[in-house]
C-alpha cells in the first residue's frame, strides 16, 4: 500500500484517537511526515495490522460510539503489540515527538532500529495538538501578540 | 464621491478613506501568498513578503490617524471595505487586478506592480481613465466613474500631501479631531515601525512621507530614510534571486545570493470564494469561521480606530489566531479538488457591524 493510500484511515485513525478533526490534524501539517515516521519505525506490516483493525471496529460498530470506544480498547489498546503502538501514535500528535516504545515491547516483538524517541522536526514541536488543547501557544512559536497573556486562554470544545 | 484633486477638506477625507481601503486590500495578497509557503522553507520569501504585510498594517495605522485628525470617521465594517478578489486596487491604477493566490512568481509580479515606483512613463499613462470595473469599491469608484486613476500608490499619497499643504496654505482649519483618538507608539507594538501620531501639518505630513518611502523609497534611493530597502526593490529580490546590498543601485543588486523554492508552497485554490467549499465539509466550515472571524477583528481594529485606541491590543491578539486559522485551512485539500489546497476566502458579509 502506497503512502497516499494510507494517509486516509491513518488520518481517520488518528482523528478517533486524539479527538482532534481529521481537518485539524491536516491542519497541522504534519499528516506526511508522521505517518511516514510510524512507518518507518514499526514497519508497513504492523501498521497496516492496526488500521486493518480499527476499519473492522468501525464497520462492526456502524455508528454507535460507545461501541466503537470498547471496541478500540479491547482489539487495539489491550492488545500486546498494537497497544503500545497506537498510544505512541496519539502522543505523536500531541507532542510531535515519536518516544521510543516500551522495553517489554522490545522483548517480545523483537528489537526495532529505528525506535529511538525524536522529535520529528521543528515544525512538528510547534504544531502540537497539546498547544490548542490547552489553549495556549507553544513556547518560543506562533506567538499570539503583545499583552495576550494578560487574557484568558481559548480552550477549544471537544 | 470621485477621485477629483483636493480642494476642500472634504475631499481629503474620501482620499483618506480610500487610502484605508487601499492599504487594507494589499494585505490580503501578501498573506495569502505568505501563508501558502510550507513553513520551515523559503526562509528568504517569507521574511521578505512578511516584512511588506506587517508595514502595510502599520499604513493603515497611519491613514487612520491622519483621517481621526482631520476630523473624518475611520469605517472599516461597511460593505465592500474589503473587495472581492481579484479586485482593482481603490487608488485607481487601472492596469491590474490583484488576486488571492499561492506565492509563486505570478504573484510576486503583481506584488511588484502594487509597489511601483512613483513616476508613470509618461503623462499620458499617469491620469487613466477606464471602464468601470468588474471588482469596483462603491467608496471609491462611483457610478460614470470619471475620477482620477492613480499611476502608482505613491503619486496618490503625492496628492495627499499637496492636497494636505494646500488646505493648510488655504487657511483652513484641518486638525480639529480628537487627539485622544490617536493610535500612540505604546499601543504599536512592533509593527514595521513607529506609529506617529497625528495633530498637524508636520505629523501630518511625516506620516504620508512614512508610507511614501517605505513603499518606494526616497525619490531617486532604493533605499528609504532609515535606510530600510523599499518595497517594490525588496519584491524584485525574489525575482533577481540576489539581494540589495548597500551602494546598490536600482535592478542590480549585488548583495548575497538568494534561494527561492517555488514548489515548497501549498497549491492553494486562486481567489476562492467559500461556495468553492462544498456546504458542510469541513473546509467550508473552517472557512466560514475564519470569515466570520475576519469580520470581528476589522469591527474591533475599527473601534480602536474610533476612540477606544486600546482595544488595539486585544485585536492583534484575534490577528495571531486568524494567523492560525489560515494555518490550518492552506493545508487541508480542497473537497472533490484534487491537487488543490483550500483557503482563506475573505468573503465579507454585506456589512461587518
Known sequence: MSAQTRLEPFLAFSSRVTAFT??????????????????????????????????????????????????LRARIFSDERLGPVARHIIKLWYLGTWYALPKDWHEVFGSVEDDVTFVVSAAAYAEGLVWPAIGANPPGAKGPGYGTWAMPPKIPAF | ?????????????????????????????????????????????????????????????????????????????????????PAYLPDGEADFEVSLERFSPTAIGTFLKIERPAQAPSEEMRVLRRPKPRAAIPAVHPDGDDGLHFWSIGEFYAEIARGIQHLHDQGVDLFTGDPSRQVTPELYYSGGGEVIPVKDLASALAAVELISEQGEGLTGSIYDEEGELSHYFRFQQLTLGRYYQAGDVANSPTGPALEVDWDA???????????????????????????????????????AFTGQPDLLIPAVGEMFALRDQVGR?????APGRPGVNAAPTFDMPETTR
Open chain 2, 265 to 303: 508552497v501549498y497549491p492553494l485554490l486562486t481567489n476562492a470564494t467559500i461556495t468553492d467549499f462544498p456546504a458542510g465539509s469541513e473546509v467550508r466550515a473552517a472557512a466560514e469561521a475564519f470569515n466570520a472571524g475576519y469580520a470581528e477583528f476589522l469591527s474591533l481594529v475599527n473601534q
Open chain 1, 22 to 71: 481529521v481537518f485539524e490534524l491536516q491542519g497541522t501539517g504534519q499528516a506526511a511526515a508522521y505517518l511516514e515516521t510510524v512507518v518507518g519505525v514499526v514497519g508497513e506490516a504492523l501498521l497496516g495490522d492496526l488500521l486493518s483493525i480499527d476499519e473492522a471496529i468501525q464497520r462492526e460498530a456502524d455508528g454507535d460510539a460507545a461501541v466503537r470506544d470498547r471496541l
Open chain 2, 329 to 333: 485551512l492552506v493545508r487541508n485539500p
Open chain 2, 1 to 85: 464621491m470621485t477621485l477629483s484633486r483636493i480642494t476642500t477638506k472634504a475631499d481629503l477625507q474620501d482620499y483618506l478613506h480610500a487610502a484605508m481601503q487601499l492599504e487594507h486590500a494589499t494585505i490580503p495578497p501578501y498573506l495569502t501568498a505568505l501563508y501558502s509557503i510550507h513553513p520551515g522553507t523559503n526562509s528568504d520569501a517569507f521574511h521578505v513578503i512578511r516584512v511588506v504585510a506587517v508595514e502595510e498594517m502599520l499604513h493603515l495605522t497611519l491613514a487612520a490617524n491622519m483621517l481621526n485628525a482631520v476630523g473624518g470617521e475611520p469605517d472599516m465594517t461597511r460593505a465592500g471595505f474589503v473587495p472581492r478578489y
